[in-house]
């Protein structure tokens, strides 16, 4: 997959509200979206400012049979961090920060 199918893949589901968060340290400064400190609607906006220079992928630390996809956008002069992978079940956040 690219990088529009991917995007594309993570709006379906902050869209459809079929996603997850993943637990971790400082998940409510790391995760914006799990603290409910920005909406879907938000972070789909993040990601539709996002261009194809503004993304990469890496493997997850802990489960490297997962890709993670790092979306790094930019709003109001301030860079964006949107951090997310694909289990089975769906979409899996990890991070949604500035």
């Known amino acids: 997959m690219g990088f529009k199918d991917v995007r594309a893949r993570v709006i379906d589901a902050l869209e459809s509200g ?48 997962f890709l993670c996809h790092i979306f790094t956008p930019e709003l109001g002069g301030e860079r964006w961090y949107v951090k997310v992978f694909f289990r089975p079940s769906g979409a899996v956040f990890i991070s949604v920060h500035r």
């Open 18 to 65: 079929l996603y997850q968060h993943e637990g971790r340290d400082e998940q409510a400064q790391k995760n914006l979206l799990y603290s409910q400190k920005v909406t879907p609607e938000f972070v789909v906006g993040l990601l539709l400012r996002c261009s194809g220079d503004q993304y990469e992928t890496r493997r997850h630390h802990f489960e490297p049979q």
